[in-house]
């Protein structure tokens, strides 16, 4: 089982651009799907994005579609999200996620913030 670090959150206005970091351990990451979510306050936690094992084919929530890019460099056990064009309502707790079979593990979560 991996253990996720999440990295990259911070306050930014609301146009900026932010680069979220998901570091992993464990010999195995390569073999995860690994996904992003969010939680903002008073809400669930949805799904942002996924990326599949190869880095070949990923998915996003509509609202996220053409402003953000996830990625992966299994070579460094780094899952990456690229957040263009941030939006007030962008506002959220980010959380990392991998899964592989049964087993999934989950980081600890980076604030974003975003100002109007």
């Known amino acids: 089982q991996v253990q996720l670090v999440e990295s990259g959150g911070g306050l930014v206005q609301a146009g900026g651009s932010l680069r979220l970091s998901c570091a992993a351990s464990?010999?195995?990451?390569?073999?995860?799907?690994m996904d992003w979510f969010r939680q903002a306050p008073g809400k669930e936690r949805e799904f942002v994005a996924a990326v599949s094992w190869s880095g070949s084919n990923t998915y996003y929530a509509d609202s996220v579609k053409g402003r953000f890019t996830i990625s992966r460099d299994n070579a460094k056990n780094t899952v990456y999200l690229q957040m263009n064009r941030l939006q007030p309502e962008d506002t959220a707790v980010y959380y990392c996620h991998g899964e592989l079979l049964a087993q999934e593990s989950w980081g600890q979560g980076t604030q974003v913030t975003v100002s109007s």
């Open positions: 464990g010999r195995t990451f390569s073999s995860y799907v």
